[in-house]
Structures are given as structure tokens and as C-alpha cells.
């Protein structure tokens, strides 16, 4: 089992990792995130790649450092990339997270995620409360994409689909958690409310976790890592956009300013975090 005495510092060396290493992170993602979730990566150091078509998925995922599936626009081509680039990663040996956007709102949403459970394999899951509760068995439904219920809700319901999947679960919320098989358990309380008004904030923490994962063999750190870079982040944004008398649309250029230009001191001074073994 891995150490879990994961420092600031140890996080902070995975953000160096990113942006000193550039790696090429592909995202089978959806429609309404593409754009944002591309200059997110670019804002942290990585390297965005969206490429969907059944055709090329394979061979793109090859030659990528993490494969990130995203489940918020469906369409059954998509569903048939997903799987065979899942198949790729999975034949390269990198890492694959998937974001099941919206689980639990309807049938054929849920019959997907179920399949992308066995066919994809992820290594790490990150959804809201109310979507990792679905995926867990808890009945729980969704409103739209959103989630009912906070993160603390949740908890239970991470530990054990941690355990299924042999891996990282991330719970997103007013308090973000990351577990694993191993039952070690991450809380991270950075973050602003005004993140949850802006659309792709939860399908970027996802983009990024995939390019933590790339440079850090040990997923739930990477998780961490990359939950605690967006919180840190948003946080950041938020008190200089309201600084200014200033609303949502500028924090989603103000967050992007924060992902590319924080701080070793930015991160060490105001990470919130505690760790479980």
C-alpha cells in the first residue's frame, strides 16, 4: 500500500510534474464542456486532444498520456469510441477516468454507465454526490446533471465503488473527497460557490484529474492533486472577480488566469486538507 502521509508538497511536485511534462490528455468529452475543458488543460500545463470519431479513437488514445471519458452529451457513436478507446488505453497501460455526467437521470443513461464500468475499466471515477451514489446501487437520481444531495452524502457510497472498480472515486462538492481501494480517504475543502455557476467547472476538475494521472502513477494522489488545484484555483478567482464588483462570466476567464499562473506559495498557503488512512 501506498504512503498515505501525501504532503502539500507532494501535491504541489505533481503540479510541477504537469506543467514541466505537457502530457497530451485525451478527451472523449461533451459538447457543451469541449472548448472549456481544452483551455483548462492548456491554462494548467497540459495538452488537450478531442477526438470522437470511432475511426481514429484508437490510435489517438495511443499516442496520448491519459484517456478521459465523459458521459454529459450521449450518443451511441460516442458510446462505441468510448469503449474502443477504452480498449487502447487499457493495451498502453494509461489511465483512464471516466465522469458519469447526469447518472441516474435516465434509463439509458444508467445502462451506459454500467457498460462503460465493464467495458472501459476506469482506474478513477469523479461525479457529484448524487451521481456516485447512483453508480454505488444507491437509487439515487439526479435533477438534469445536478446533484441532490451534498458530498458528505456520499461518502459511504465512494468508499464502496472505490472498492468495485479496484480504484480512485472522487466525490465533488462543498467538501471534495477522494478514496481508494485501500481505503485511504482525501478531504479537500478549498473551492467558492460561484464555481458551481459556471458550466464545465466539474467536467474540467475531470480533464485535469486525467492530466495529474498521467504524471503520477499513484491515482488517488493525482486525484488529489488535481481536486486541490481546482479548488485553490476557483477560490482564487472568485475573491478577485467579486473584488472587483465582477460576476460569473468573468470568473470563468479569472479561473483560467488561476490555473496557469498560481503559486507554489498560492497552493502551500491555502490548501485545506486532511488525510485518512
Known sequence: MTSTKTTAEDLWNDVIRVREKTPLVHNITNLVVMSYNANVLLALGAAPVMAHAR??????????????????????EWVDA??????????????VVLDPVGAGATSYRNRIVEELLTDARPDIIRGNASEIMSIAGASEATKGVESTRSSDNAVNAARKLAIGINGTVCVSGE?????????????????????????????????????????????????AAAMAYMGIAGEMAAELVISKGLGIGSMQIALLDRLQ???????LTRLKMSVDS
Not at 498520456?65 to 454529459?72: C, E, F
Not at 499562473?261 to 497552493?267: A, G, H, I, R, V
Open 261 to 267: 499562473l498560481m503559486t507554489k506559495d498560492d497552493f
Open 55 to 76: 475511426e481514429e479513437v484508437a490510435e489517438m488514445t495511443a499516442i496520448a498520456s491519459a484517456l478521459v471519458i465523459n458521459i454529459g452529451t450521449l450518443q451511441s
Open 82 to 95: 468510448m469503449k474502443l478507446a477504452a480498449h487502447s488505453a487499457h493495451s498502453h497501460q494509461i489511465p
Open 175 to 223: 467538501t471534495d473527497y477522494v478514496f481508494d481501494e485501500a481505503g485511504r480517504k482525501a478531504s479537500l475543502k478549498n473551492g467558492h460557490v460561484w464555481m458551481t455557476r459556471i458550466t464545465g467547472t466539474g467536467c474540467s476538475a475531470s480533464a485535469m484529474i486525467g492530466a495529474f494521472s498521467a504524471v503520477q502513477p499513484d491515482h488517488w494522489r493525482a486525484t
